[in-house]
């Protein structure tokens, strides 16, 4: 497709279970970044991927998050034992190196 | 103190005026500045971008960045209705510009009236 996808576009989930979020970058794009926006929020940084480089995690919330990019394309958010704080909706963008990001329309995570 | 900050709003403006948004960030080494508007349930949308000193015009957007104060504006010149929305300052805050990830303002509520 011609922009970022994103899936789930909704997660229900019980408290305690892991989740997985997917994201796939508009094709070409070498960047990817991971962010989170609560309720009435603004989005706050999780996580960024550039080519090959190691990953800036410098925004992870705690050590239940964890992302992994694969073949440089497709992202993976985990999230293990999932709590009622980490409800939000959880966006994926991605860009062209030094190039503005662009966004997909993100998961609304719901932890009951 | 915030790193990027905007007037929450909400603003309000008649159709046809100009509306004007606010943002100020903390981090002198900042090199890129972006304005993104998001509706309601949906995902930010980049509209404008500016990373020099002055002006920067496309259609009835208008990007404004002033480095020495700290400061970048958006201008909506002939506000519709379809302009309603929240506005999303981001700035890529870092020494010289070296951070590669958005820093986000809270946001600008708009709304532009009949």
């Known amino acids: 497709g011609a922009g970022v996808s994103q899936s789930p576009s909704n997660k229900v989930t019980e408290k305690g279970k892991d989740v997985e979020l997917r994201c796939d970058p508009i094709?070409?794009?070498?960047?990817l970044y991971w962010y989170r926006q609560s309720l009435g929020q603004g989005l706050e940084f999780l996580i960024y991927f550039q080519g090959n480089s190691a990953p800036d995690k410098s925004g992870l919330p705690s050590d239940r998050f964890s992302a992994e990019r694969t073949g440089g394309s497709v992202s993976t958010l985990t999230i293990q034992r999932t709590q009622q704080e980490d409800s939000a909706v959880y966006l994926c963008a991605s860009s062209l190196i030094n190039q503005p990001q662009h966004f997909g329309d993100g998961t609304r995570l719901s932890i009951l | 103190q915030k790193e990027v900050e905007q007037n929450s709003g909400p603003l309000s403006v008649p159709e046809g005026a100009i509306a004007s948004l606010n943002c100020t960030y903390s981090?002198?080494?900042?090199?890129?500045f972006f304005w993104y508007r998001q509706y309601s349930g949906k995902s930010p949308e980049l509209i404008m971008f500016i990373y020099s000193n002055g002006d920067k015009e496309d259609g009835r957007f208008t990007a404004q960045l002033n480095k020495a104060s700290q400061y970048v504006s958006l201008l909506i010149r002939d506000s519709q209705p379809s302009d309603s929305a929240t506005y999303l300052c981001?700035?890529?805050?870092?020494?010289?510009?070296?951070?590669?990830?958005?820093?986000f303002g809270s946001g600008t509520q708009l709304t532009v009236l009949p």
């Open positions: 981090d002198r080494g900042s090199q890129s």
């Open positions: 094709s070409g794009h070498t960047a």
């Open positions: 981001a700035v890529n805050i870092g020494l010289s510009g070296s951070a590669r990830q958005l820093t």
